[in-house]
């Protein structure tokens, strides 16, 4: 049902939503149906206890804080690709809420792909919710996970934000189901989103249970341009044990369930079901009415092949023997759902190009080396790892600077072919990054990094490296920029480690 601005209409059509459901629940089902389910999902209201990880991702302390925060009005969704951990989040949250004495039967966990959840309405369930376990206008954690699956759910949260705040609510969704379409009418001011991301290094590490070194938390990227040669030496060192976990996090990357695993064929097939199966195969298909899927299919395998590099539409077009317009509408769909970044140009001075030739990247590298079948191997093959750490690092900028809400775009000179991977630029920053993960990798006057730096003068620049032995900082003549040559695992480790410190 489509949210309508028209008074009446908006009523008539919601009394028809309603009524309808209404008959499903009298004719197809009754309570003591929905009524186990819902007991099954909250085991906490029978005093059982709910089996919950004891690792917290960095999105469970956001999103707790902003559950505690009384003057935010807004439901809080939970947005990322699939198996992140965002259905963990939300036990974890409820988990969190009955320890700290809340009642138990205040919290409510829903997961609205259920199949019987499937057949009727949000205002339903709270319906019986209320009429046969929990009084009605009393405080209610409503945690609803992969709302996409309920019918009409835009209306429902908009009418439990804006008229019923007793209500405090977490949602997720695989794909970003907030699509900014549907929200330009019912949803305007009504949510939070807060990203949640493949782990990042850091949490790849502890997750695991690794043996993590105790890095302080002034290490952290920009003070590290005010460190002596010898303690940008003395911090290579003590990371250095974290290099070999850095070469698995690159080949498994940083989803959850397959980190922990040793089996790399069975991380690869579980990756390859969860992105082809579920998300290409089946959310496409339900949240967006994809027909072809098999073009789909085709262009994503396209991505994993050139990801990082620069997409022409019509060449991509051609290729794939489809239309330019085809190729951009799934472009715009793999998007929503979670599953790669687009990097657009800009010119010297931070304007956007007038013709926007944009790169695209895999939102973790590991997808790419699911669907291509890459194993170790490709830590010998020196252009495979450029274009994955490419990947894991703009990963990392994404998750860390989110919060300045940057403009992330690429440098590219076409005349010369000099190119700076990665720019992050808000209003009181423009940070360049050039991935150089090689040997012996050298900062070139004539190289794209430095072209940049001269025309742009920022204060700070990075060059980020393999080796730890290149961990320093630099200077050229008549540039006022400094540079760090810095190690990708140390780089990526870092950021994470500053961006858990600041949630805590």
């Not at 690709?81 to 966990?109: F, H, M």
């Not at 003070?223 to 070999?244: D, Y």
């Not at 830590?379 to 990963?395: D, F, P």
């Not at 990054?433 to 990094?449: A, S």
Request: hydrophobic share 40%; glycine share 6%.
């Amino acid at each position: 049902m489509d949210f309508i601005y028209n008074k009446y209409k908006l009523y008539f059509v919601f009394i028809y939503y309603k009524s309808e459901n209404i008959s499903i629940l009298n004719d197809f089902l009754n309570k003591s149906e929905i009524i186990p389910v819902l007991h099954g999902f909250n085991l906490w209201w029978s005093g059982r206890a709910a089996s919950v990880p004891d690792f917290r991702r960095l999105a469970f302390a956001t999103a707790r804080n902003y559950l505690g925060d009384a003057s935010l009005r807004r439901a809080i969704l939970l947005s990322g690709p699939r198996r992140v951990g965002k259905t963990t989040i939300l036990r974890q949250v409820a988990v969190d809420l009955v320890e700290r004495g809340e009642d138990p039967r205040s919290v409510l966990y829903l997961s609205l792909d259920h199949p019987l959840l499937k057949l009727v309405s949000l205002r339903d369930i709270l319906g019986l919710y209320h009429e046969t376990l929990y009084r009605e206008g009393q405080g209610v954690t409503l945690l609803l996970d992969e709302i996409q699956y309920s019918s009409g759910w835009e209306t429902e949260i908009k009418l439990l934000v804006d008229h019923q705040p007793h209500y405090r609510i977490i949602a997720t969704g695989s794909a970003s189901v907030i699509h900014r379409e549907r929200l330009a009418e019912s949803g305007v001011g009504r949510w939070v989103t807060v990203p949640v991301p493949t782990l990042s290094f850091y949490e790849f590490v502890h997750i695991r249970g690794e043996s993590a070194p105790n890095v302080p938390g002034s290490r952290r990227l920009d003070n590290l341009f005010s460190m002596t040669q010898t303690e940008l030496a003395g911090l290579a060192a003590q990371l250095r044990p974290l290099q070999p976990l850095f070469q698995r996090y690159l080949l498994v990357g940083g989803f959850p369930e397959t980190a922990r695993l040793e089996n790399i064929e069975l991380c690869q097939r579980l990756l390859r079901e969860d992105v082809f199966e579920r998300v290409l195969k089946r959310d496409m298909v339900a949240l967006f009415g994809v027909r072809n899927i098999n073009e789909l299919e085709r262009l994503f395998t396209y991505l994993c092949l050139n990801t990082g590099g620069i997409l022409a539409h019509n060449t991509c077009a051609r290729a794939l023997e489809t239309s330019a317009g085809t190729v951009a509408n799934h472009l715009a769909l793999l998007k929503q759902a979670n599953l790669i970044y687009k990097l657009p140009p800009e010119t010297l001075g931070g304007k956007k190009a007038l013709k926007a030739r944009n790169k695209y990247y895999l939102v973790d590298a590991a997808l790419r080396n699911a669907m291509l079948l890459r194993g170790e191997e490709i830590y010998s093959n020196a252009e495979e790892m450029g274009l994955i750490v490419e990947t894991t690092v703009l990963r990392h900028l994404y998750a860390y600077y989110y919060h300045d809400t940057p403009e992330i775009a690429y440098w590219r000179d076409a005349a010369t072919g000099r190119e700076v991977d990665i720019i992050v630029r808000s209003p009181a920053y423009a940070l360049p990054f050039e991935i150089k993960y090689r040997e012996k990798p050298e900062l070139e006057e004539r190289g794209g990094l430095v072209t940049w730096c001269r025309a742009e003068q920022p204060s700070q620049a990075y060059l980020v490296t393999r080796r730890d032995s290149d961990f320093s900082v630099l200077q050229r003549e008549g540039l006022p920029t400094r540079f760090l040559k810095v190690p990708a695992h140390v780089l990526c480790y870092l950021l994470g480690q500053t961006e858990n410190r600041n949630q805590a």
